[in-house]
Nanobody, 121 residues
Framework: QAQLVESGGGLVQAGGSLRLSCAAS????????MNWYRHAPGKERELVAS???????NYLDSVKGRFTIWRSTAKNTVYLQMNSLKPEDKSVYYC???????????????WGQGTQVTVSS
């Protein structure tokens, strides 16, 4: 059974930094599309950053230039470095691993338990 375990959330002042980690087991992160989502109360879930199996990255416009996603093949872990944090970045951040077959069907779609990020002003 695949498992994603997030860590690294916490409380930080505005302008500060946090690094989230998502350790994967049961799947190979490097052949998956690894995503970081966030979901705050009363708001829609947002796709914050993603990294494809080929290494292509994409970011939510509001975090471009501040957040960086990358992965360690050796550790089977994906990271999200968050710099210049703003109060509006406060949310629960979730790691997601997804992979589709060549026909486009969902091969798997796993989620972590979430980690809270709080940014004080």
């Amino acid at each position: 059974q695949a498992q994603l375990v997030e860590s690294g959330g916490g409380l930080v002042q505005a302008g500060g930094s946090l690094r989230l980690s998502c350790a994967a087991s049961g799947i190979i992160a490097s052949i998956s599309t690894m995503n970081w989502y966030r979901h705050a109360p009363g708001k829609e879930r947002e796709l914050v950053a993603s990294i494809g199996s080929g290494g292509t990255t994409n970011y939510l416009d509001s975090v471009k230039g501040r957040f960086t996603i990358w992965r360690s093949t050796a550790k089977n872990t994906v990271y999200l470095q968050m710099n210049s944090l703003k109060p509006e970045d406060k949310s629960v951040y979730y790691c997601n691993a997804a992979r589709r077959t060549w026909r486009g069907a969902v091969e798997y779609d796993y989620w972590g338990q979430g980690t809270q990020v709080t940014v004080s002003s």
